[in-house]
Nanobody, 123 residues
Framework: QLQLVESGGGLVQPGGSLRLSCAASGFTLDYYSILWFRQAPGKEREGVSCISVSGGSANYADSVKGRFTISRDSAKNTVYLQMNSLKPEDTAVYYC????????????????WGRGTLVTVSS
């Protein structure tokens, strides 16, 4: 079965850290650009970060730049999103998605989606 599975979400205090994982089964992530999106209650889904097919480039939303880091582990067929200095406004369901296109691809053009993992930042 071809699927993406996110994990690593949870409840964390402001200023804390979490590492989200996006693991693939049935296909190899190395051939895809991997994007992280998030959707907060009552808000539209927004792009958070992307890592290119080669892993040679990564980009971030302005709201997370300097706090989040995206990376690949080809041996584990997994992409990570390290989230530091978390803020209450980072609270959302985080989704990973894979595209054979570029990081600039629209979220409607993703080839695979995970089901999401909830991140709650609260004291």
């Amino acid at each position: 079965q071809l699927q993406l599975v996110e994990s690593g979400g949870g409840l964390v205090q402001p200023g804390g850290s979490l590492r989200l994982s996006c693991a693939a089964s049935g296909f190899t992530l190395d051939y895809y650009s991997i994007l992280w999106f998030r959707q907060a209650p009552g808000k539209e889904r927004e792009g958070v970060s992307c890592i290119s097919v080669s892993g040679g480039s990564a980009n971030y939303a302005d709201s997370v730049k300097g706090r989040f880091t995206i990376s690949r582990d080809s041996a584990k067929n997994t992409v990570y999103l390290q989230m530091n200095s978390l803020k209450p406004e980072d609270t959302a369901v985080y989704y990973c998605a894979a595209t054979k296109g570029f990081c600039s691809a629209d979220y409607n053009d993703m080839d695979y989606w995970g089901r999401g993992t909830l991140v709650t930042v609260s004291s």
